[in-house]
């Protein structure tokens, strides 16, 4: 309850700033040193939570959340695996077996442009993903090892976990 007090306070006071006296707005033109304003209280709380919140959020973006992994199935000889393209691709790490043709199909429900394409470096692969679509991409990989695939910007990636078969 105090921490929504402080808020409204806040908000109020940056709409309706305090009046300040004579003694506080003594101030020479020809002064040009540093003159330090005095931020209320609310204001400083304000900010400091504000910062922490966004610091918060930005460490749990990067850093808390947990991948998504899925191995892949078997159906013809073909490795598959659907990964969803919203938010970011989930699952965000694909293991596959060296040696076997994979058929990775992404499709995407988000209508950011970062997600216009998926970049996997490692295959040589560079392709659009239109928005209400599947697009699928075929590969094999003859080594054991971690490939990532990205956006198009290298913002968003996941993982393509090759093991032996």
Known sequence: MKLAAILVR?????????????????????DRSFQPIEQPLPVKVGVVLGG????????????????????????????????????GYRPDR??????????????????????????????GISTRLPVGQTTTVEFTPTKIGEYTFTCGMRMFR????????
């Open 94 to 123: 694909v293991i596959v077996n060296s040696g076997e043709p994979v058929r990775l199909s992404f499709r995407r429900l988000d209508g950011n442009s970062c997600l216009d394409e998926v970049l996997i470096p490692d295959f």
């Open 158 to 165: 996941g993982v393509i976990e090759v093991t032996a078969t």
């Open 10 to 30: 806040t908000a109020l006071l940056s709409i309706f700033p305090m009046e300040m006296s004579d003694s506080q707005m003594q101030h020479s033109p020809t």
């Open 52 to 87: 922490l919140t966004l610091v918060g959020a930005e460490l749990w973006w990067f850093l808390g959340r947990k991948q998504q992994k899925q191995q892949a199935t078997q159906s013809n000889g073909v490795q598959s695996v659907l990964v969803t393209v919203d938010g």
